[in-house]
């Protein structure tokens, strides 16, 4: 049975470094809930806490309604993955997947019984007998998640469990684990650095930075409407034109920029006059047209110097140059026409891309 998971004010330091600082934070029943964040940041201190293998210094854990501090790992009906798996090597697959089992002390048909169904989970039936030391990694991390399914856990931990595989794997691996959470409706952690795992994944994900849990939301919020430079930064690609807001009306500010003044129709934080902002601009919001024709329309109009064009068949990347700030853009569906470096080009830019974000 799936629980809630609510941490309250949760703090926990390792000497001077406060791994964890003062989170608060509720996972739904079902929920599949993503930590994202740079290496360092906190998120495997996070997972543990939850796991039971460090107590929190400060702050309460619960599931559901139970405070879980000092209930021990064993008693909490967690199931984790590790990123490198941690099977027994010179166990079978069965045997692995077994242990859980055994220790909940179930009758031989019964542990035979889940081990079946674990395995044809996660699509390994057949290799019940066999050596884990002789299986590849992307079956091997098949049979750590068959492990921690097969307790019929409350709650799931998953620590970066497919940052071992290939990339065409990665894919495969995504939409299994996504499949098996939708079937199973287990409460769902996962750890990553990879924001593809989590926009591809995820109901909500929580961005931390330096133990601290910048913002939580949806893939689509998050990406749509960051919190700050770092959140725009680390959730897809982005643009940066530094600036001050010069005037502000009806959730219209115009921002005095390097490359000019910038129109902005998306103001979700408090702005006042001449404050500095970063202007978030993600790459697929430039179009460029040649500077004869400046066809677009868009609000914005900025010219810029093309340094260099990768075609990549469904699309073109482009790196430029406006007022010695670098640019990204990205056009889909690239038609005939051939821009190529050193040309001068006009970039439209519509009011509604340009996200001033606190400096
Ligand atoms: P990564 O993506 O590299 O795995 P992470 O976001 O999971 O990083 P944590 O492993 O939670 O980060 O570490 C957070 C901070 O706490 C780091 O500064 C780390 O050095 C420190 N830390 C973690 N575990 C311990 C420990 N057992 N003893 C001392 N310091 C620790």
Avoid at 108 to 133: C, P, T
Avoid at 205 to 223: F, H, L, N, S, W
Avoid at 307 to 319: K, N, P
């Amino acid at each position: 049975m799936a629980v809630s998971v609510e941490l309250t004010h949760v703090t926990k330091a390792f000497d001077t470094t406060l791994a964890v600082n003062d989170v608060s934070l509720k996972i739904e029943r079902g929920e599949f809930f993503f930590l994202l964040g740079p290496s360092g940041c906190g998120k495997s201190t996070f997972l543990r806490i939850v796991a039971g293998f460090y107590k929190p210094d400060a702050g309460e854990l619960r599931f559901d309604d139970t405070v879980m501090n000092d209930v021990p790992p064993h008693q909490r009906n967690t199931g984790m993955v590790f990123q490198n798996y941690a099977l027994w090597p010179h166990m079978s697959v069965a045997e692995n997947i077994e242990y859980g089992l055994t220790l909940r002390k179930l009758e031989k048909s019964e542990r035979a019984e889940k081990i079946a169904r674990a395995l044809e989970m996660v699509q390994m039936e057949g290799y019940h007998d066999r050596a884990v030391n002789t299986l590849s990694g992307g079956q091997q991390q098949r049979i750590a998640l068959a492990r921690a399914l097969v307790i019929e856990p409350s709650v799931l931990l998953l620590d970066e469990p497919i940052s071992n595989l290939d990339a065409a794997l990665r894919q495969q691996m995504r939409e299994e684990i996504k499949q098996i959470h939708e079937r199973t409706n287990i409460t769902t952690f996962y750890v990553t650095h990879d924001q593809v795992d989590a926009l591809t994944m995820a109901n909500r994900m929580a961005i931390m930075k330096d133990g601290v849990v910048v913002q939580v939301g949806t893939p689509r919020e998050v990406y749509q409407f960051p919190k700050n430079a770092f959140v725009a930064s680390f959730i897809g690609e982005t643009n940066f034109i530094s600036g001050k807001v010069q005037q502000t009306s009806n959730g219209h500010a115009t921002i005095e920029t390097p490359v000019g003044m910038l129109h902005s129709e998306t103001i979700y934080h408090e702005l006042s006059e001449g404050t500095s902002v970063q202007c978030s601009i993600r790459p697929e919001a430039l179009t460029v047209d040649s500077a004869q024709n400046g066809s677009s329309r868009a609000e914005n109009q900025i010219t810029a110097k093309i340094t260099s064009v990768h075609y990549l068949g469904r699309m073109e990347e482009y790196q430029l140059v406006a007022a010695d700030i670098p640019l990204k853009a990205v056009h889909y569906n690239p038609g005939t026409e051939i821009k190529k470096a050193g040309d001068t080009v006009q970039l439209g830019i519509a009011a509604t891309a340009v996200i001033p974000l606190p400096d």
